[in-house]
């Protein structure tokens, strides 16, 4: 009986280690695609090489329209997002968080879009809960890795709904206000 209580113990000590969902882009872009400035989602580029001898096998999105106001609010209107792949596990209530990581490749730093979401979960029917990570990005070459907490409290107030069906993630990839290039790398919700 001790042998059993220690098994399940062990088990469940290192499975709350191991990522649940994951996406390391080691051989392809895994489904994901570019949503938002096109008139059509089109596949995230897979980059199958190291860069900067920091981050290996990742994938890009570039922006391709810049829509800004002339008169006074210059952020661009025409946002583009990384999307996941359809998520087959649908519930992530007992899930944390949701780990990645961004860099940018090409932009302009001191022209960043004030929005009001950066990451969103979305169900099936439509329903999005948005997250905001204000000023977390360095727009360099570095690597920056985002932890999100899957709290509802720092959600909007639709998380408790959509969290128990999401089909899609959407991760901000048009930081700025012009043209930019980004990569994402090492996605995981734990």
């Not at 992530?92 to 022209?111: E, H, M, P, V």
């Not at 959600?155 to 089909?167: A, C, E, G, H, L």
């Amino acid at each position: 009986m001790r042998f059993i209580i220690i098994f399940f113990y062990l088990f469940n000590f290192v499975s709350s280690f191991a990522p649940r969902i994951y996406y390391t882009f080691l051989l392809d872009n895994e489904g994901w695609t570019i949503e938002g400035n096109q008139r059509y989602s089109v596949e995230a580029q897979h980059i199958p090489h190291t860069f900067n001898r920091e981050m290996s096998r990742f994938i890009t999105g570039n922006d391709t329209i810049i829509h800004v106001n002339s008169r006074g609010d210059y952020n661009d209107k025409s946002l583009w997002y990384f999307r996941s792949p359809f998520l087959q596990a649908g519930d992530l209530s007992n899930y944390k968080y949701i780990n990645f990581s961004l860099s940018c490749f090409s932009g302009i730093s001191n022209s960043l879009n004030k929005i009001d979401h950066y990451i969103r979960i979305c169900s099936n029917n439509g329903l999005c809960a948005k997250y905001n990570v204000i000023d977390a990005f360095n727009m360099t070459d570095k690597w920056t890795t985002f932890h999100v907490p899957l709290n509802k409290l720092l959600w909007s107030d639709k998380f408790n709904i959509i969290i128990k069906n999401v089909s899609y993630i959407y991760i901000l990839g048009d930081w700025t206000q012009w043209y930019e290039t980004i990569g994402l790398d090492n996605f995981f919700i734990r």
